[in-house]
């Protein structure tokens, strides 16, 4: 009798299946192959250097959100942090380029530890800087009070190094990432070390409500982990 | 042994549940019906129109296409009418003006989406109307003519849909009030409300046309896409001299802007291509050209045009009786006086795209640009490209133009030969761009890096935009082609006015078509009430009402209400 179902099942399913493989191919198709094209600029790998400065050291499988309002899947991506840059592996001909920074809105990839992770293009005017630029964020809250992660590499003076009786420079990097909160106003307040006291100061007419809200939560913000808590704390509470 | 077994059951319930989520679509096949205001028309004279797309086993409104093709056409001739229409939630409401140089005859309107040309062309909307020319005096119309038949349409006493008007004879321009009450369910009905033609009519009402629907069997060697984001343009590249189509090959596409734009599409088995339009192309001189052509071929292309269709009309002789030329006469009266008087018949319709228009941009990037203009004038692009564009180089090699571009590899630099962009457009020939100076150009970008266009690869661009669109006056190479995009038709919205108002009492008003509303929503079992005006035309009125109820039955009704004008009365 089990058999029997288990035959039933399997007929009706590869009929249904086969049915309609035509026309949903038509439809699925339709979506796929006219999507917006990738565009950006050849990649020139770095020459050898100190310091890490991809994101995530594998090409990732990615989603990609465009400008124009689609979503693009299976693109192998790796975000390079020193540039603040997606770069794009165009597997038909397996040449990497700078996807035009335009173009991106969001991604969502995996990280190295096949966490996913979900990028998004914030637009950011630093008081120190005239001219507003867009950055790559990793999305850490979202919400009424939104937490990002700026995973910023600079440039650190360069280290020298024998080969041969000669000596080189080579290029040093290092990794300094910079969190931002979004306001529900929509304006950004800039975080660049993770400590209580530089926390609450951005916030600084609000300081004893935090205070006591921390203390409540028993959070200090020296971990990421805890800057996050903070802010679903403050999401949470009538702040 | 259990787990075997489990797995079994786990194999055949996944098989099942996917089969299901495909099954969203299975077997889906549409079916439409157009509805017009009106039978019999005056050539120059708007048409309103409303399309029901429709699954043609549900009869619900079908999401699947969002673009609709309507046309006009006389009996075995080509299309004289091409109308591309936008279908939102399964319903395109428009109008459009017949030409006025119809002749007197009686024509077709065929209305289709492009999914449906998978399947036969009989379940394609067909209505028959009667166009009079203006000027025509002979009426000569015996070569063909319908079958006039008794029309089963319900007169309006039908239980499930009321059609109650508040008096049965009305004097002119006096208010008429029509209540409609639908019993059954929730429902979308146009309703028209328009002279009685005397003429024979074929009219096939929603009931009729829905009725018997049965699922043909779809044709394999076509493969038409359903246009769910927009219009599919098919075409072929063939070798010129057999005519067979080429495949891999890449074709190119672009319109005039002031920014370089791009999309491709790689050529299949038989040659065919396609290109999908967002509204971005609507009315634009669209660009094609074939890439990279051996040199010892001649290939070509040829677009396919999507009205086109494999059957042509032939309306079967059936009778002369019972066209009124009394009638046709009064109509072409009432047509030339609404002309001479410029009388108001309709406001635009508000465009509703149902995509947003976005720019296939071939680099998204900023880019520094050169206006020539800032600096001394030249007499050619070679002197443009040695003067103030470092990067570029023009040569000329064996008579021939090339251009060049340095290119940045990673520890040195190399020439490559760059694409080129005028007026937004790819250019399939250099020469076009030779004779142009500092006064034609109006900038000039230059990318000299390698660059990424979906899976094409560039070795630079260069991006003309000239003071007064050149790319129009250039005429297209052996491998490219050169056509007007079509616009989406919008029309106009019927407009009811109060003609007893003073300010048009001097003006004289005839119309047959009193009412047209596309967009009646009836709530079951409650009343709706329209209102409109009577002209100074006596005659007797049809109220037709044809619509879908949300369960997906066709609704059809009609009743009939009788002008007498007496001031019209009193002249005679």
Redesign the interface.
């Known amino acids: 009798m089990?058999h029997l179902?288990?035959i039933a099942?399997?007929l009706?399913?590869?009929?249904?299946?086969a049915?309609?493989?035509?026309?949903?191919t038509?439809?699925s198709?339709?979506?796929t192959?006219?999507m917006?094209?990738?565009?950006?600029?050849?990649y020139?790998p770095k020459p050898k250097h100190i310091g890490e400065i991809f994101y995530n050291n594998v090409w990732a499988t990615s989603t990609l959100l465009l400008?124009?309002?689609e979503k693009l899947q299976g693109e192998k991506i790796k975000y390079e942090e020193h540039l603040d840059q997606v770069i794009?592996l165009?597997t038909?001909?397996f040449?990497q380029?700078i996807l035009?920074?335009?173009?991106i809105d969001a991604f969502w990839m995996k990280d190295n530890f096949k966490n996913p992770v979900y990028f998004k293009k914030i637009i950011v005017s630093d008081s120190s800087e005239s001219q507003r630029k867009e950055l790559f964020v990793e999305v850490l809250v979202e919400g009424r009070y939104a937490l990002f992660m700026h995973h910023q590499v600079i440039n650190l003076p360069d280290e020298i190094e024998y080969v041969d009786h000669g000596q080189y420079a080579i290029n040093a990097y290092g990794y300094k990432p910079v969190y931002y909160v979004k306001l529900p106003d929509g304006r950004y307040l800039k975080l660049q070390k993770l400590s209580r006291k530089a926390f609450l100061n951005l916030f600084p007419e609000r300081k004893k409500y935090l205070s006591d809200l921390m203390r409540a939560k028993h959070l200090n913000v020296h971990t990421v982990t805890n800057l996050a808590e903070a802010i679903k704390g403050i999401n949470e509470s009538d702040f | 042994m259990n787990i075997f077994?489990r797995t079994?059951?786990t194999?055949?319930?996944l098989?099942?549940a996917?089969?299901?989520y495909?099954?969203v679509?299975?077997?889906?096949q549409e079916t439409v019906y157009i509805q017009t205001d009106r039978t019999a028309y005056v050539s120059g004279e708007t048409v309103y129109y409303k399309l029901y797309v429709l699954d043609s086993e549900s009869k619900k409104r079908s999401e699947?296409n969002k673009v609709g093709y309507i046309e006009l056409r006389a009996p075995k001739s080509n299309p004289l009418l091409k109308i591309r229409v936008n279908i939102i939630a399964g319903i395109a409401c428009g109008s459009f003006i017949l030409p006025d140089t119809l002749q007197s005859s009686v024509y077709q309107i065929v209305a289709f989406t492009s999914?449906m040309k998978n399947f036969d062309e009989n379940l394609f909307s067909h209505q028959e109307v009667v166009i009079t020319n203006r000027n025509d005096k002979e009426f000569n119309f015996e070569t063909y003519l319908f079958d006039s038949k008794e029309s089963n349409l319900n007169l309006g006493t039908d239980t499930i849909l009321r059609i109650k008007t508040d008096k049965r004879i009305y004097s002119g321009r006096e208010k008429v009030v029509v209540s409609l009450v639908h019993t059954a369910s929730n429902a979308n009905v146009a309703i028209s409300v328009y002279e009685e033609p005397q003429l024979p009519t074929s009219e096939i009402t929603i009931v009729e046309s829905l009725k018997d629907l049965t699922n043909a069997p779809?044709n394999?060697s076509k493969?038409?896409?359903?246009?769910?984001?927009g219009k599919?343009l098919r075409g072929r590249i063939i070798d010129a001299n057999n005519k067979q189509g080429i495949e891999h090959a890449i074709v190119l596409l672009s319109c005039p802007d002031t920014v370089a734009n791009?999309?491709?599409a790689t050529s299949g088995s038989d040659g065919l291509f396609?290109?999908?339009l967002s509204s971005y192309y609507d009315g634009k001189e669209l660009f094609f050209t074939i890439k990279d052509v051996p040199t010892d071929q001649k290939w070509k292309i040829e677009l396919e045009d999507p009205f086109a269709l494999t059957n042509k009309w032939k309306p079967e002789y059936k009778s002369e009786k019972g066209f009124s030329k009394e009638y046709m006469t009064k109509s072409q009266d009432m047509a030339y006086i609404n002309k001479t008087y410029d009388t108001n018949d309709g406001d635009a319709i508000n465009k509703q795209s149902i995509n947003?228009p976005?720019t296939?941009?071939?680099?998204?990037?900023p880019v520094k640009p050169v206006y020539p203009s800032e600096f001394v004038p030249l007499d050619s692009f070679p002197e443009i490209a040695v003067e103030i564009l470092p990067s570029v180089r023009i040569n000329m090699q064996d008579g021939n133009y090339q251009a060049h571009i340095v290119t940045r590899?990673?520890h040195y630099f190399i020439n490559s030969e760059p694409v080129l962009f005028l007026d937004g457009v790819y250019l399939d020939d250099i020469n076009k761009i030779i004779p142009l100076n500092s006064e034609r150009i109006k900038k000039i970008e230059v990318?000299s890096?390698?660059?990424?266009?979906?899976?094409?690869?560039f070795n630079g661009i260069i991006s003309i935009v000239s003071t007064s669109n050149e790319i129009l006056a250039t005429v297209p190479a052996a491998q490219s082609l050169r056509m007007r995009n079509d616009q989406t038709n919008y029309g106009k919205r019927f407009v009811t006015e109060d003609y007893s108002s003073p300010d048009i009492v001097e003006t004289p008003l005839y119309k047959q078509l009193l009412y047209w509303n596309p967009q009646v929503d009836l709530l079951q079992n409650q009343q709706k009430d329209l209102e409109f005006y009577t002209s100074d035309n006596t005659a007797k009125f049809v109220i037709k009402l044809e619509g879908i109820a949300d369960d997906g039955t066709p609704i059809s009704a009609r009743a009939s209400i009788q002008v007498n004008n007496l001031h019209n009365e009193t002249a005679k």
């Open positions: 089990k179902l288990f099942f399997l009706i399913g590869f009929s249904l299946n049915q309609n493989s035509l026309n949903s038509s439809f198709e339709a979506d192959l006219f917006t094209k990738l565009t950006g600029e050849f020139f400008s124009t309002g794009w165009n038909s001909n040449t380029f035009d920074k335009s173009l | 077994k079994h059951l194999v055949a319930v098989l099942f996917l089969s299901g495909n099954g679509h299975a077997n889906e699947i999914f779809r394999q493969n038409y896409l359903a246009e769910n984001s599919i791009l999309q491709y396609m290109f999908q947003r976005v296939p941009l071939l680099y998204r990037c590899l990673q990318l890096n390698k660059r990424a266009f979906g899976d094409l690869i």
